[in-house]
């Protein structure tokens, strides 16, 4: 989870989100480049004592300034559509989850090998234990597996709301009569939070997602493989 | 009897942002590149200028080869960090092999035994 105050990005849980990071390292790169640029340009700009006002020809500096922008682009757009392209890989996923949203939680089913379906609301303040986080932690969390792919089936059963996981890279809309697909692979366990991200109504910010990810071996014993 | 000392919290590396928005310290390869660049910049103002003593033109070549030798860096530095996962990735997955598979007839090393053999 986030850290009090935190700006940058969590740390990655999957191999698209670490990926994503090193892409949104890339670009703060060039934008601290070209800021650094324009930051000096203000200051020639307003220390110069030179003060004529005629337009004058410079079609060497017009080609510079149209085709260097056009290069930082290609540098930029490059790595963004193979990172695009990457997220849509469908690599066979071996399990599959539908996730539910309604005003205001989530709904999980597990029907690949059963008929698990919980429904997983916030912890009210009342019902916090002392270590739970405040306006995160719900009730029922969505158990997976490490290091296997899983398949996200969201939709909604309302509005509008939106499925985000931000350490896994993941943030898929629901969308009533619609149902869209993720998937991801998550290369180390622990417990991860995320927050609806579409705008629902009044209890829009508490309905959390959290997802317990626990060693393959230890999820085959679990509830789902015990129906 | 003494108490079990208690576990101490690793230490958080202290962020320097350049312009509020770039961590240094925590990007992989952005401390090297901007340390590399500033030297770059130094090096060619300063000898731009002990060749023509133009200041203000020695600034703009400053500016110029900070840039240049900064991003020059930058993608020399992520291009070997990249190489570097890649491999650490490949010697982890070998790793979690050979554990896996030891003594099985999938052993990746009784496999490469076998054909060096024969």
């Known amino acids: ?47 110069t004592k030179l003060t004529s006002t005629n337009i004058s020809d410079a079609q060497e500096m017009e080609t510079i300034w149209t085709i260097l922008p056009a290069i930082i682009l290609v540098l930029i ?6 990172i695009l392209y990457m997220t849509d890989e469908i690599n066979d996923p071996s399990f599959t989850i539908k996730s539910i949203g309604h005003q205001w939680y989530w709904t999980y089913e597990y029907t690949d090998y059963g008929g698990l379906i919980f429904n997983s609301y916030m912890l009210p303040p009342l019902f916090l234990e002392p270590g739970d986080l405040r306006l995160l932690d719900v009730d029922n969390r969505v158990v997976l597996p490490v290091e296997a792919p899983v398949r996200m089936m969201i939709t909604s059963q309302d509005v509008l709301h939106s499925w985000a996981v931000p350490t896994l890279g993941l943030k898929t809309d629901a969308i009533p009569g619609r149902l869209n ?36 071996k230890i999820f085959e014993m679990g ?5 | 009897m003494a108490a079990a000392p208690e576990p101490v919290e690793p230490e958080e590396r202290k962020s320097l942002k350049l312009l509020g928005f770039l961590d240094v310290e925590n990007t992989p390869c952005a401390r090297h590149s901007i340390l590399y660049g500033s030297l770059g910049s130094v090096v060619a103002g300063f000898g731009h200028f002990l060749f023509t003593s133009r200041i203000r033109r020695s600034c ?9 030798v900064t991003l020059g860096c930058w993608f020399h530095c992520r291009y070997n960090y990249a190489k570097q996962r890649i491999q650490e990735r490949i010697a982890r997955e070998e790793i979690k092999k050979k554990i896996l598979y030891e003594g099985t007839h999938l052993d990746p090393e009784r496999k490469h035994n076998g054909s060096s053999s024969n």
Request: glycine content about 6%.
């Open chain 1, 77 to 82: 757009a490059l790595p963004s559509l193979r």
């Open chain 2, 60 to 68: 703009d070549v400053g500016v110029g080869g900070f840039i240049l």
């Open chain 1, 223 to 227: 509830p789902v493989f015990a129906l």
């Open chain 1, 181 to 216: 697909q993720t998937t991801f692979t998550a290369t180390r366990p622990g417990v991860y939070y995320g927050q609806c991200s579409e705008i629902c109504g009044a209890n829009h910010s508490f309905m959390p997602i959290v997802l317990e990810l626990i060693p393959l």
């Open chain 1, 1 to 47: 989870m986030a850290h009090a105050a935190q700006v940058g990005l969590q740390d990655a849980t999957s191999p698209i989100m670490e990926e994503l990071i090193t892409f949104h390292d890339h670009a703060l790169m060039i934008i601290f480049l070209i800021c650094f640029l324009v930051l000096y340009a203000l200051f020639l700009t307003l220390t």
